[in-house]
């Protein structure tokens, strides 16, 4: 699958109360599904990154960082921006 790009193929594991506006996968293989994920819970709009890991009772959540405000945006992607050039 091209990564990047929402699927239709498979529903994301996210349940109520959440609700899913919108996603992107970032990449899903190896067992291995991330994506961001436009949520709203109890009226609030919230920005997650996903990781689950396939398992024989199916995906399973092991990490998520919600990202609250694009003020909060702002100061994470900084942050990755100064330390960006260190990776070769």
Known sequence: MPEGKKTQEEKLPIGPPLKVL???TISKGFGWWSAVVLIESWGN???CLYLWQKSDAG???KQKYTIHSQERWRLISGSIDELLDELQ
């Open 59 to 61: 995906w399973k959540r």
């Open 22 to 24: 919108d996603h992107r």
């Open 45 to 47: 709009k919230r920005l």
